[in-house]
């Protein structure tokens, strides 16, 4: 776990003082340092992550699971010229970290705050675990998000397409190209919201489960069954529920209640607002559907520009600068709760292959 915290501690400092420094040589020199040390730890973990051993396998072993094209057509190459597994995952850790440093550069009002929500947020220790999934979130949070703002459907085709061949999930995100800039009134976007909310709290309720199962014929009742199975998983008590989500809830009504000034800010805006909105009503009536759950992050990662879009709405460099410092430090602490405590995805202890 020392790693894990000395790493978070290390990314929010060096990124807290890219606030400081205007000079574009050295803020290239921060941000590629920040870059490098995410990349090594990433690169030589050994055993670390609940994945790790099943691509360990698939590339010395040949054991094949599922696995899109690309992975086999990396493998050949890399096992053709003998490399380690090490350069395996350090190749698909290098594009996922260079993709997400590309559109935070590129995309984010505050580059040193996403960089940091990057980290607590979880997105980077994931990419130990579902490292396919991630590889193509890189992906479209570059090239999917860009051709939605640029209103080019034949791009975003066309970019859906190839990043398939990284995770086929990233399919699931063609018609959002439609749903994504649709200007949803802040009245029906809370109504959804408390839907989702209704739903999560209500309906997706073991006893509720059983209770409905009674009613429906035989061959229709194994519909509902597999909720059920799912549902029986969840263990955490409401209070658990409600702290873990409350980031949500809050950070949905701050977006919805300043949705006209933020798109007057930028028309963009817009599209960030309605995918953090799909986030929420997602994360809420998924629960515990961990399949649909892992589609949800094609939706959280905006949550990466959003907060930030949010900071720029108080007024004056310092209040701004606290609040900052104020969000980073809420999320290192739910980071060290909520994934290091739980051991989420199996990524504690580290261990490197030196």
Not at 106 to 133: A, C, H, P
């Amino acid at each position: 776990m020392q790693v894990y915290i000395l790493l978070c501690m290390a990314v929010i400092f060096f990124c807290t003082l890219l606030e400081f420094v205007q000079e574009l040589p050295t803020r290239t020199l921060i941000s590629l340092f920040v870059f490098l040390f995410l990349w090594i730890v990433s690169s030589l973990r050994y055993y670390v992550g609940a994945d790790y051993i099943s691509y360990y396998n698939f590339y010395y072993n040949a054991v094949s699971f599922t696995l899109e094209p690309v992975y086999h057509i990396v493998r050949g190459v890399f096992v053709f010229f003998n490399l380690p597994v090490t350069c395996f995952f350090s190749f698909f850790s290098f594009i996922t970290l260079a993709f997400f440093f590309k559109s935070i550069f590129k995309y984010s009002v505050s580059i040193e705050l996403s960089l940091v929500l990057f980290v607590l947020l979880g997105f980077y220790t994931n990419s130990f675990n579902i490292m396919r999934q991630l590889v193509a979130l890189s992906l479209f949070f570059t090239y999917g998000y860009k051709y939605i703002i640029e209103s080019n459907f034949k791009k975003y085709l066309i970019a859906i397409l190839i990043i398939s061949l990284f995770h086929f999930s990233v399919l699931f995100m063609l018609p959002f190209y439609f749903l994504a800039k649709k200007n949803y009134g802040v009245i029906l976007g809370s109504l959804i919201l408390m839907l989702a909310i209704a739903f999560n709290m209500g309906v997706l309720n073991v006893t509720f489960i059983n209770f409905f199962l009674k009613f429906l014929p035989q061959n229709y009742a194994g519909y509902l069954q597999f909720l059920e199975y799912y549902l029986g998983q969840i263990k955490e008590p409401l209070w658990y529920k409600l702290v873990s989500n409350i980031d949500k809830l809050i950070i949905i009504f701050l977006l919805l209640t300043n949705k006209q000034k933020l798109i007057q800010q930028n028309s963009s805006n817009l599209i960030l607002i309605n995918f953090y909105l799909f986030y929420a009503v997602f994360s809420f009536a998924t629960r515990g559907l961990e399949e649909l759950q892992r589609l949800s992050f094609y939706f959280s990662v905006f949550s990466i520009l959003s907060i930030p879009l949010l900071v720029t709405l108080i007024p004056g460099r310092f209040p701004q600068l606290f609040c900052r410092l104020l969000v980073m430090g809420v999320y290192l602490g739910w980071f060290i709760f909520f994934v290091l405590q739980k051991n989420y995805g199996s990524i504690i202890p580290y261990k490197s292959v030196l």
